[in-house]
């Protein structure tokens, strides 16, 4: 069975809501997702324990600058997402797709932050990660900003999740 949950993107609220999402229905994985700048699929490898809105506001209005998600956390968390084969999947089933080292320092990394700073202190042995998407093109008409369709998005997740799924 497949849960999709939203995570609100307001910056004192993402680590309950992660936390609580996985309390409540004990995945067997946790694949999320989040928009990012590229026209292609991104594999996130590194999450890192830092915000810095600089650019940009969380949509409460924060706009933490230099900020530890958590005091005293880990610098640094890997996937916990076979990346590479994963990344030969995807590629293999015509969707652009790559390895990606850094998950940005906004919204998208505090979430796999706090997603793998859980599993690991709960010692959950599960496979988690994070994988950035393109927008759709919709979103982007007036730009020339990268893009890709929502068919091949979803082709690309789909094969994430069931080769990650045959690993269970």
Known sequence: MIKVEEVPLRFSEIRGTIEGNIKRHKPAAVISTGQGGGS?????????????????????????????????????????????????????????????????????????????????????DIPAGFIHVPKLPEQVVATKEPHMSLDLITRGLEIVVKEVASDL
């Open 40 to 124: 292609w699929l991104n594999l996130e490898r590194v999450a890192i324990n830092i915000a810095d809105a600089t650019r940009v506001t969380y949509n409460c209005g924060t706009k933490p600058q230099d900020t530890p998600l958590i005091e005293g956390g880990p610098v640094a968390y890997f996937t916990g997402l076979p990346v590479r084969k994963l990344l030969e999947k995807v590629r293999g089933g015509g969707v652009p797709a790559d390895i990606s080292n850094s998950a940005g320092a906004f919204g998208c990394n505090q979430i796999f932050y706090h997603l793998m700073d859980y599993t690991t202190r709960e010692k959950l």
